[in-house]
């Protein structure tokens, strides 16, 4: 299971963008965290097209399909949308890991248990002003 944020654990920060400029804010080899939005499209497509690993947050499963299409390499969603878009994700054979958003460390197991690839604390977000 992937932890992400976690006070034990370190690992890469994700960078939370609202546009194209803002990458260069961002250190070298920085995984790029934005919102899953049409208006977003163009910041995608992108990242896609320069390989810049990114992690896009979604809010239903219609949104989990396109995101993996869409190529990315995380996938973030609320705990509501865990169980089935982690079922989503192995019945299709996706590549990029699904991460649920959790504040407390007591939702790991919870998580663990069902089987989701990875959570993702508020601390492994950092915003990029534009």
């Keep these: 299971?992937?932890?992400?944020?976690?006070?034990?654990?370190t690992n890469d920060?994700?960078?939370?963008?609202?546009?194209?400029?803002s990458i260069e804010k961002t250190p070298p080899s920085s995984t790029i965290?934005?919102?899953?939005?049409?208006k977003n499209l163009?910041?995608?497509?992108h990242l896609r097209l320069?390989?810049?690993?990114?992690?896009?947050?979604?809010?239903?499963?219609?949104e989990l399909i396109y995101a993996s299409a869409l190529g990315a390499n995380y996938i973030t969603l609320h705990q509501k949308l865990a169980r089935t878009a982690q079922s989503v994700a192995e019945n299709y054979l996706f590549d990029a890991k699904i991460l649920?958003?959790?504040?407390?460390?007591?939702?790991i197991e919870e998580m663990?248990?069902?089987g989701i690839d990875g959570v993702i604390?508020?601390?492994?977000?950092?915003?990029?002003?534009?």
């Design 1 to 9: 299971m992937l932890l992400f944020g976690h006070r034990f654990i």
């Design 13 to 21: 920060e994700f960078f939370h963008i609202s546009n194209i400029d």
């Design 33 to 38: 965290y934005i919102e899953f939005e049409e």
């Design 42 to 45: 163009d910041i995608i497509e």
């Design 50 to 62: 320069n390989q810049i690993p990114f992690a896009l947050n979604i809010n239903n499963i219609k």
């Design 100 to 107: 649920v958003h959790i504040s407390v460390e007591s939702e």
């Design 112 to 114: 663990a248990l069902l």
């Design 121 to 130: 604390f508020p601390e492994a977000i950092i915003k990029v002003s534009s």
